[in-house]
């Protein structure tokens, strides 16, 4: 089994600007490619959950996050770090309707569990928002709030 740790995206991996989608208004938050290098470095899988409303509402498109995606990925190679995956969420229950990814439903955790052959009790995540925390909590994992 594999050891994993789950990371917001948004306000935890980098700097939280509404709906952020463009590349150019994307910014590390500080140490976080280093942060990140550390969990490959000790062999866990690093996978990022997200909640990506902007998708549901219109604002972009999965295509353009995909993009971003690439990007976050090829400026985390420059130090020899990496994210393994990411899961998102593109519904907003106003829009879509009610949906078992949207955090603080944990149907993204639950997948990459079943994806990766994830082992909770060796795994962790880190998010800014409560329902980061309860996403985790409600599959077994230990959340920090950073
Ligand atoms: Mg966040």
């Not at 917001?8 to 938050?29: A, P, S, W």
């Not at 500080?30 to 942060?35: D, I």
């Not at 190679?77 to 949906?99: E, L, N, Q, R, S």
Request: contains cysteine; aromatic residues 14%.
């Amino acid at each position: 089994m594999n050891k994993a740790v789950f990371l917001d995206r948004d306000g935890t991996i980098n700097v939280d600007v509404n709906y952020l989608y463009r590349i150019e208004d994307f910014r590390f938050i500080e140490g976080m490619p280093q942060f990140i290098k550390k969990f490959n470095d000790w062999g866990y899988k690093v996978i990022v959950v997200t909640n990506q409303a902007g998708i549901a509402r219109g604002y972009y498109t999965e295509k353009d996050m995909n993009k971003l995606h690439r990007f976050i990925n090829n400026e985390l190679k420059k130090i020899g770090a990496h994210i393994d995956a990411f899961y998102y969420c593109p519904h907003h229950p106003d829009i879509t309707g009610p949906c078992h990814c949207r955090k603080p439903e944990s149907g993204m955790i639950l997948q990459a569990i079943n994806d990766f052959n994830i082992d909770v009790k060796q795994s962790l995540l880190f998010g800014d928002k409560m329902w980061d925390i309860e996403s985790a909590e409600k599959c077994g994992i230990k959340g920090f709030l950073v």
